[in-house]
């Protein structure tokens, strides 16, 4: 079975070594980064299965991190790391999208617990997560897409994201503003263009059924109707 992949972001090098070197006894594979701003580009270039951010760090700290990655990706679990206990900047680590909270000091024990349990939880939710839409088998998941017993398309992860709201939504109209901001980041020119292309991709991708169909509602957004 491959390991899975952990992205942990802490500033403290002793720290990070050891909670490092402890999650690869318990054969995770675990990517290290001391700020903010590699981690957000070794979480671009690679594939972690779950987050663990420190709240403090320098360059971008793990809440500003975790509002950037919530931005392009709302599934992958989230752990925050942090010194602080007051009850405000818990509530705020919840408030952007963390899934759990650990407070330093910390056993290490308890952090594996608690990154199996999300790892868990997450697998049981994506179970759950391969739609149909028409004659198509959407594994939002593995970010598959197939017709009947065809070969199945790989979607890219933006492409994966915008067909599950999509078909979330589906024969409802999904909000133009809203999807632009929560999978782009931003509902401005250039992002809005750029959703127009994604949803061009993802009708070439689901033409073989033509009962399946993406309207561009104007000055609202697009509905799916299947």
């Known amino acids: ?15 990070g070594q050891i909670i490092k070197e402890s999650l690869e006894t318990r054969d995770f594979n675990v990517i290290l980064c001391d700020n903010g701003e590699k981690a957000f580009e070794k979480y671009q270039s690679e594939t972690p299965e779950i987050l663990v951010l420190d709240v403090m760090m320098p360059k971008k700290d793990g809440f500003t991190l975790a509002k ?11 752990i925050f790391l942090t010194a602080k206990s007051q009850t405000q900047d818990v509530v ?6 963390g899934n759990d909270y650990l ?11 608690r990154i199996n349990n999300l790892l868990n939880r997450t697998q049981a939710q994506k179970t759950s ?3 149909q839409i028409g004659d198509y088998t959407f594994d939002f998941p593995k970010q598959t897409l197939q017709f009947n017993a065809e070969e199945k398309l790989q979607l890219t992860h933006r492409e994966a994201h915008l067909l599950f709201h999509l078909i979330k939504n589906k024969n409802q ?18 992002s809005a263009r750029s959703m127009d ?3 061009s991709k993802l009708r070439k991708k689901l033409q073989s059924d033509t009962n399946i169909q993406i309207l561009n509602v104007r000055g609202f957004g697009y509905k799916l109707i299947c």
Do not use: C, Q, Y
Not at 103 to 113: A, G, N, T
């Open 68 to 78: 950037d990655i919530r931005a392009i990706d709302d599934t992958i679990p989230i």
């Open 92 to 97: 705020e680590g919840f408030t952007i999208g």
């Open 173 to 190: 109209v999904l909000d133009r503003s809203i999807i632009l901001n929560k999978l782009w980041g931003n509902d401005d020119f250039f």
């Open 103 to 113: 407070k330093k000091p910390f056993s290490m024990e308890e952090l594996i617990v």
């Open 197 to 199: 292309v994604f949803i």
């Open 1 to 15: 079975m491959p390991k899975t992949t952990i992205l942990l972001a802490e500033d403290e090098p002793a720290l």
């Open 129 to 131: 997560e391969v739609l």
